[in-house]
T-cell receptor
Framework: GENVEQHPSTLSVQEGDSAVIKCTYS??????FPWYKQELGKRPQLIIDIRSNVGEKKDQRIAVTLNKTAKHFSLHITETQPEDSAVYFC??????????FGAGTRLTVKP | EAQVTQNPRYLITVTGKKLTVTCSQNMNHEYMSWYRQDPGLGLRQIYYSMNVEVTDKGDVPEGYKVSRKEKRNFPLILESPSPNQTSLYFCASSTRDGNEKLFFGSGTQLSVL
């Protein structure tokens, strides 16, 4: 079936370091790529998204890059802080409205 | 306050006993959807709805039903729950379709014994 593969499943970094999470998708018609952050016991919340007409988007310490040819996109977090610790999910639409999520990456930022 | 409201937050039931999880949004959103979240599997879409009386299957629709009689409500129905439906369920909505920011409800933890 149509999948979104996400790596790594866990990531531990020192405070102040950068973190990178990568996702690949299979539906070449996908044109919207969001990233959600889920803190422990909370609901997922959108942190950044990108559409296929651009290759990169930044919002303060977070950025997303997209390579449509290779069908992969990545989340970059710079100057990580302990409050960045959470599970991060990428997603891509299948058949336009069936949003498929990656399995998640548990990020731990050590003080 | 703009929000997606799910009820109940926690539910324990037994195999075969029909149940309904309610979802309501007050943002006049066209699109609503249901997901289940299981460890190591991320969020998997069960059903989605583009508008009133329009529903479509997602990735894992087996064993579930939905209805969209009103724009604000999108209940999830388990006619005959089984233990493999034990999961954390999220309802979500967006302005227009699945290619927009999703607003999630607070989740329903369901246990089927």
């Amino acid at each position: 079936g149509e999948n979104v593969e996400q790596h790594p499943s866990t990531l531990s970094v020192q405070e102040g370091d950068s973190a990178v999470i990568k996702c690949t998708y299979s539906d070449s018609a996908s044109n919207y790529f969001p990233w959600y952050k889920q803190e422990l016991g909370k609901r997922p919340q959108l942190i950044i998204d990108i559409r296929s007409n651009v290759g990169e988007k930044k919002d303060q310490r977070i950025a997303v890059t997209l390579n449509k040819t290779a069908k992969h996109f990545s989340l970059h977090i710079t100057e990580t802080q302990p409050e960045d610790s959470a599970v991060y999910f990428c997603a891509a639409p299948f058949n336009n409205n069936d949003m498929r999520f990656g399995a998640g990456t548990r990020l731990t930022v050590k003080p | 306050e703009a929000q997606v409201t799910q009820n109940p937050r926690y539910l324990i039931t037994v195999t075969g006993k029909k149940l309904t999880v309610t979802c309501s949004q007050n943002m006049n959103h066209e699109y609503m959807s249901w997901y289940r979240q299981d460890p190591g599997l991320g969020l998997r879409q069960i059903y989605y709805s583009m508008n009133v009386e329009v529903t479509d299957k997602g990735d894992v629709p087996e064993g579930y039903k939905v209805s969209r009689k009103e724009k604000r409500n999108f209940p999830l129905i388990l006619e005959s729950p089984s233990p493999n439906q034990t999961s954390l369920y999220f309802c979500a909505s967006s302005t227009r379709d699945g290619n927009e920011k999703l607003f999630f409800g607070s989740g329903t933890q369901l246990s089927v014994l």
